[in-house]
């Protein structure tokens, strides 16, 4: 078990005052993902200050920078566009589509999608140039519309292969959408990511008639936090590419307010964990 807290004072979206909706203009990806410092050492200057951090915090506290990304705007975002939300929650949802659009099972990006997550991937590029370390582990939902982000956003960036985990998923139940493919599927279509051992063939956790409970996906959040502070300490940053859900759930794991993030939107944030002993 770890105690969490976040650190501020590094990016723009530290600010608890901050508007996630302003923060990056068109595609809501800011310069430097935020990075408040211009300089040209910027991304040297803040992995010095990690590492030193890692090293006078001694064996029980370990300090990581996740970059949260939620995937771009896919079909079913689209779907609760056209008709609202509370027509998509009591109806429209539970539909694979209305004959025009086609949101499940397992919704895709969209053609904007896919632009905000190239969007991403510019900047990507852009930071490279500053020295931005890579994530030293890529982590994704199951889900085809993070997929495919993930797979635009690290495009020509980074050749580490991600690992695809069931609970980075969106909150699942109901919403046709949410239902994700078969692990044939996946492995298939996108042999470029690993899938981590256990992952099921069939979506068993889905159903048609109930959602999942806030109390499950907040276990399911903390869950991937402690499995990745447990099981990779040499990596200091990560990326984990979501949903708006999940992510929120892990912010809250984390002892941060809710922050809404735009589809598309990249929530960089620095964790400092300490191993809680009995």
Request: hydrophobic residues 35%; charged residues 25%.
């Amino acid at each position: 078990m770890f105690a969490y807290e976040t650190l501020s004072g590094f990016f723009s979206q530290d600010d608890p005052l901050a508007i996630p909706a302003t923060i990056g203009a068109e595609w809501k990806v800011p310069p430097r993902f935020g990075l408040l410092d211009p300089s040209d050492e910027r991304w040297s200057k803040l992995s010095t200050k990690l590492s030193g951090l890692n090293t006078s915090g001694g064996a029980n506290t370990s300090y990581k920078l996740f970059f949260f990304g939620r995937h771009g705007q896919g079909y079913h975002n689209l779907g609760r566009e056209k008709y609202g939300n509370q027509a998509w929650d009591d109806y429209w949802s539970k539909l694979d589509g209305d004959g025009a659009l086609y949101w499940g099972p397992d919704a895709e990006l969209t053609a904007i999608g896919k632009d905000q997550a190239a969007a991403v991937n510019k900047r990507w590029k852009e930071e490279l140039a500053a020295m931005i370390p890579l994530p030293d582990k890529l982590y994704c939902s199951p889900m085809r519309r993070a997929i495919q982000t993930n797979i635009i956003t690290f495009e020509g960036v980074s050749s580490r292969r991600p690992v695809i985990v069931e609970n980075c998923r969106e909150e699942y139940g109901v919403h046709r959408c949410d239902q994700r493919s078969t692990r044939s599927y996946i492995a298939d279509t996108f042999p470029q990511f690993d899938i981590e051992d256990g992952f099921t063939e069939k979506d068993e956790l889905w159903q048609a008639d109930s959602c999942e409970t806030a109390a499950h996906i907040a276990g399911r959040a903390q869950s991937v936090l402690e499995r990745i502070f447990l099981e990779d300490k040499d990596a200091v940053f990560v990326s984990i590419t979501a949903h708006a859900f999940i992510i929120n759930n892990f912010l809250h794991t984390l002892g941060r307010p809710r922050y809404v993030l735009p589809v598309g939107g990249v929530l960089p944030i620095v964790v400092k964990a300490t191993a809680v002993t009995n």
